[in-house]
Nanobody
Framework: QVQLVEAGGGLVQAGGSLRLSCAAS????????MGWFRQGPGKEREFVAA????????YYADSVKGRFTISRDNAKNTVYLQMNSLKPEDTAVYYC????????????????WGQGTQVTVSS
């Protein structure tokens, strides 16, 4: 079993930056794709960004491309999400997810989830 713990959320003004982290423990995540999702008020959970654990390949939602950067530190079993030029519409609970077998489709029924961290962007 994989345990994921997010940190780094908070309140920031529009145009500001935040860096989220996701620490993985338990079973090794060396064969897992890692991703970030978010769920805004009254909205469904949506994909934000993903990174292959072994090759570093990254993929982003169009809404965050050019503003957010996903990265990982294999030695620390940690994934990061650097968020720049934040907008009020980025306000959401951000969740870290681990997808077995490096599956970039992130099938919801097989993902491991963290508890989420709140990001609030004020205008």
């Amino acid at each position: 079993q994989v345990q994921l713990v997010e940190a780094g959320g908070g309140l920031v003004q529009a145009g500001g930056s935040l860096r989220l982290s996701c620490a993985a423990s338990g079973r090794t995540v060396s064969t897992y794709a890692m991703g970030w999702f978010r769920q805004g008020p009254g909205k469904e959970r949506e994909f934000v960004a993903a990174i292959s654990w072994n090759t570093g390949y990254t993929y982003y939602a169009d809404s965050v491309k050019g503003r957010f950067t996903i990265s990982r530190d294999n030695a620390k079993n940690t994934v990061y999400l650097q968020m720049n030029s934040l907008k009020p519409e980025d306000t959401a609970v951000y969740y870290c997810a681990a997808s077995p077998n490096n599956n970039f489709a992130f099938p919801r029924n097989s993902l491991h989830w963290g508890q989420g961290t709140q990001v609030t962007v004020s205008s």
